[in-house]
């Protein structure tokens, strides 16, 4: 079992990480093996990120529309969701959210 | 023997501390470091015999405070471990050793009677002002790593909490949070918390029992831990979730505990006076970062609140209420009112024991006068209980009245505009008789409001007046249009192309924009009317004639006009300027009837002039000559024309005789406009698109939005529909996901439409006949993409629309995709003749798309050479 979730790598930084590694790896200057390494090292880079660097709470109100739970993860998706940070409100049409089981980093 | 026993064995030799520190790096690279299966599996093995000797002499060193204080020198410290140094190394160890893993069964309880035995000695010397703090820290970090340890408490819960609470009930916790700063009681607080986070359900099935009573109280100290949170203390916000969990765990267990009552009304009364600012002298000093780290701390502390009222419902309501209207000082108050605001949304609409009081005529004005976050606490409360008020009409007499009154005062504008929002939202229907009082408000806004308050007042308004009976929309109106109007006549006659004096416009726009906004109809109405609903449909036609009315028309006309003098400007408009038009028209074209709703006709011939001084106009020769400014301004108004496509097709109060021939018309030039000015934007039309993702992405848009409203509207716009097609071809080489995105859902939709099995319309031949030209150059560029020339991660996109192509254009799709692999460095020269193969029977005999999606991520692989690594799987 991976020491670090590799929910992140599906996000817009994972993927644009990984569409990197694939050219490198094309034009032959790095090898597969390298590339793994630099995704794991990110997997445990942006969980200690999250962790660690990362103090703003938000609160999250809507309708909940959807809820799963399967093999120890959760999926919501709520309608109409309003997002109240420290000085600010977002709101949007739907959002999807994606959650696991907490686990300290290296866990 | 393992070297590891060694170790352990030839620690507490003279000289041998060091191997203090390699227990603790041994054990933190253990976690961390990936070995092949069968070393780590001895390796582990190995360390788990060795454990109990590695705890042994990690807790003899972290014990090292007790033992005989005789002959202290420097030697006898270091060896006998009574350096604060080692034994915080020691600590840190454990915490390692810790995350490797300590068997529940054998280990961990002892070693866990041990720590808290410790710590009880580390509180005593913190009493005494003679602790180290780098090593409470340490210790309490490890016991807090123990105590929220969820394996352990999903196995030895019973155990472990019994464990845990038979120390936190004796005196010595207590006594060191109660006599401690908030830095010397923040790591006992924070450990104590993880606790009661982790056997929350453990504490609520044992409610009534001493050590657990105990441990509530402790609790209960620490959320009214002195001094002000985010000022001067950090403790007191560490409890607030564990209270929210708990009252879950005991809403789960339906438990009813008379401690449990007792000890949430001693967490009200903590909280409630925690919210109390601070005094004046204290918040001036203050900076900016502690100000907000209070602030966070009462919201923190509201939500809190909150989860105190389902276990107390109306004593807390009552107690609040009372402490609201007695209070002394106003700071009690203000924090009175805020936990009552905290708690609105979950107090039920029939409650009228206590909140009646506080809304009874003379009760809030009661409050001393004068104090700005008092008065603000006020409409904030008015603002939170507008559902409440909505059931009880009478009181809204005492409270809209004061609401009114704070938008003179500019301080309280902005709060005042919220809970009036509310208010009108929650109540339109009871607020019938305050309507001409409204508009007046709404008019006087226009004055004295700033520009985004003002649009906030006129929406609330509109809002209100919409729940009344259409008949009295105009006559309620008319006030308000018969300022705007005029107002907006001399903004025009002002106008010049200088940005900053466009402001003035901007706002007037801006303002109509909000009161359309209020007064469109629900989508829920509209489309209940659409599907022939009998009640939807006969308001709405009563509404569409009612909006006949003259001054409504002339409102209308008035509109246009000015709008039309506005295009007529040189060198005009602002992209701000043209976006406020566009909205202030927008706002009232919907599929249902609106009082400020001009004849469609008309606003299409709007849309065009716009594009015609804007994007592009017609040159001499017929060809469209296109403005500097093109990309920057045609985005919005691909926006309205698809707005426009959405909202055309015939309803029972509306007729819209041709207009499907001029909309084509708009259609057919704004597409072939935007595709003359991508080929004269960059050297190829991959690199316009690229260059212009948000034209790209509303050109497709509004082709996508035409398709599924209105697709007959395509037969007067085929050319717009061919470009689009052509355009699609580019689009699906441009690495990048804003460009791809829209082109993906566009074609995807041609080709479902175009389907044999499809609904047909009367667009369907020319579709057919799109999708046989341009189908073939789609499926290429799809596979070039799928095969390297793209991304790996756009291959989501790709991958819908290829399998649309499949799934609803099978026979013809066949064949191409058999002559497009043939050329064997197609799409990629990693994928042979037998992958080729295969790639093409799994896709074109799956009907699933998920099936389809694993199938062409496998030849994805194998373009890319990546097939048999762990990287790509």
Redesign the interface.
């Given at each position: 079992m991976p020491l670090y979730y590799e929910l992140y790598r599906k996000g817009t930084l994972g993927a644009a990480l990984t569409d990197s590694l694939d050219e490198l790896i094309q034009a032959g200057h790095i090898t597969p093996q390298l590339a793994i390494q630099v995704l794991e090292q990110y997997d445990k880079s942006m969980s200690e990120a999250l962790s660690n660097k990362v103090k703003s709470k938000a609160v999250i109100k809507g309708n909940l529309r959807t809820y799963r739970f399967c093999d120890d993860v959760w999926t919501f998706i709520i309608k109409d969701p309003s997002f109240k940070f420290d000085h600010e409100m977002a709101t949007t049409d739907k959002i999807k959210i994606v959650a696991c089981n907490a686990r300290r980093p290296g866990e | 023997m393992t070297a590891i026993q060694e170790c352990a064995q030839s620690a507490g030799k003279d000289g041998a501390y060091a191997i203090i520190e390699f227990l603790g790096v041994f054990a933190e690279e253990l976690?961390?470091t990936?070995l092949a299966s069968a070393e780590q599996a001895r390796i582990v093995q190995d360390v788990r015999e060795a454990l109990p000797q590695v705890l042994q002499v990690l807790l003899g060193v972290i014990s090292g405070l007790e033992g005989s204080p005789a002959t202290d020198t420097p030697e006898f410290a270091r060896r006998t471990g009574r350096q604060a140094s080692w034994r915080v190394r020691a600590w840190r160890g454990l915490q390692q050793w810790l995350?490797f893993g300590v068997p529940g069964d054998t280990l961990f309880l002892p070693l866990l009677e041990a720590v808290l035995a410790q710590l009880r000695v580390l509180a005593a010397y913190q009493l005494r002002g003679d602790s180290d703090e780098s090593e409470i820290a340490a210790a309490t970090t490890a016991a807090d790593d123990m105590v929220g340890n969820a394996a352990m408490a999903a196995r030895f819960g019973r155990s472990v909490s019994e464990t845990v609470l038979a120390h936190f009930a004796q005196p010595w916790l207590a006594q060191v949070v109660e006599h401690s700063d908030s830095e010397g009681a923040l790591p006992w607080a924070t450990m104590v918390v993880t606790f009661g986070e982790t056997y929350t359900e453990y504490i609520a099935a044992h409610l009534d029992e001493d050590h657990v009573t105990a441990y509530l109280r402790l609790v209960v100290a620490l959320t009214q831990f002195p001094g002000h949170a985010g000022l001067d203390e950090e403790v007191s916000v560490q409890p607030l979730g564990l209270w929210c969990l708990l009252q879950e765990a005991l809403a789960d267990s339906d438990t009813k505990s008379n401690f449990a009552h007792s000890a949430y009304a001693d967490v009200v009364r903590a909280l409630v006076a925690k919210c109390a600012y601070p005094p004046t002298e204290v918040w001036a000093a203050a900076d900016r970062d502690a100000r907000?780290q209070f602030?966070?701390y009462r919201?923190?502390a509201g939500?809190a609140l909150l989860g105190t009222f389902y276990v107390l419902r109306g004593d807390m309501l009552g107690a609040l209420v009372d402490s609201a209207l007695a209070a002394s000082d106003w700071r009690h108050a203000e924090a009175a009112l805020f936990a009552l605001r905290s708690v609105g949304e979950a107090v039920p609409q029939d409650e009228n024991d206590h909140l009646p009081r506080l809304f009874a005529p003379g009760a809030l004005t009661q409050l001393q006068p004068g104090l700005t976050s008092l008065h603000a606490a006020v409409l904030s409360l008015a603002g939170a209980y507008a559902e409440w008020l909505s059931a009880h009409p009478p009181l809204l007499a005492n409270v809209v009245p004061r609401v009114a009154a704070a938008l003179n005062e500019p301080a309280l504008v902005s709060t005042a505009v919220a809970a009036l929002r509310r208010l009108c939202d929650n109540c339109r229907a009871q607020l019938g008789n305050a309507v001409p009082g409204l508009v007046q408000l709404a008019r006087d806004s226009l004055q004295t409001l700033p520009s985004r308050e003002q649009q906030r007042v006129l929406e609330a308004v509109a809002d209100v007046i919409l729940a009344q009976s259409p008949s009295t929309h105009s006559t309620a109106l008319a006030p308000l249009i018969m300022s705007l109007l005029p107002a907006l006549q001399a903004d025009v006659a002002r106008l010049t192309p200088d940005p900053d004096a466009q402001a003035a416009l901007i706002d007037c726009l801006r303002a109509i924009e909000a009161l359309a906004r209020g007064l469109q109809f629900a989508d829920d109405i509209e489309e209940r009317a659409l599907t022939g609903d009998p009640e939807a449909t006969s308001m709405l036609t009563f509404a569409a004639q009612c909006y006949c009315d003259d001054s409504l028309a002339t409102f209308r006309a008035g509109l246009l006009d000015a709008l039309n003098r506005v295009l007529a400007v040189p060198e005009g408009l602002s992209d701000d300027l043209l976006e406020a038009m566009l909205a202030a028209v927008g706002a009232s074209v919907r599929r249902g009837p609106h009082a400020f709703a001009p004849d469609f006709s008309q606003v299409i011939s709007f849309v065009r002039c716009t594009w015609e001084a804007c994007v592009a106009r017609a040159g001499s020769d017929g060809a469209s000559v296109i403005s500097a400014r093109w990309a920057d301004l045609c985005p919005p108004l691909l926006q309205s024309m698809a707005q426009l496509a959405t909202v055309a097709a015939p309803k029972p109060w509306r007729s819209d005789a041709d207009t499907d021939t001029a909309l084509g018309a708009l259609l057919a030039r704004a597409i072939g406009d935007i595709c003359t000015g991508l080929a004269h934007a960059a050297p190829t039309l991959e690199a316009a698109v690229e260059q212009q993702p948000v034209v790209n992405e509303r050109a497709f848009d509004l082709g996508a939005r035409v398709l599924l409203e209105r697709p007959g509207l395509l037969i007067h716009s085929e050319m717009a529909a061919a470009h689009l097609c052509k355009l699609g071809v580019h689009a699906l080489a441009v690495p990048s996901r804003l460009a791809l995105r829209p082109a993906t859902n566009f074609l995807g939709t041609v080709v479902r439409l175009a389907a044999p099995s499809a609904r047909t319309s009367p667009a369907s031949p020319l579709l057919q006949a799109l999708c046989s030209e341009f189908a073939p150059a789609w499926l290429r560029a799809t596979l070039a993409g799928i095969g390297?020339a793209l991304?790996?991660?756009l291959l989501p996109g790709l991958s819908e629309l290829l399998f649309a192509l499949v799934r609803h254009h099978l026979q013809p799709v066949r064949v191409w995709i058999a002559e497009l692999l043939r050329d064997p460095s197609f799409p990629s020269p990693h994928a042979s003749e037998r992958a080729k193969r295969q790639f093409t029977q799994q896709l074109l005999a799956t009907r699933s798309f998920v099936r389809a999606k694993a199938v062409i991520s496998e030849f994805a692989i194998q373009c890319?050479?990546?097939q048999g690594?762990?990287?790509?799987s």
């Open positions: - | 976690n961390t990936s995350q907000d602030t966070a919201r923190e939500d390297g991304p790996r991660s890319r050479n990546l690594t762990s990287y790509a």
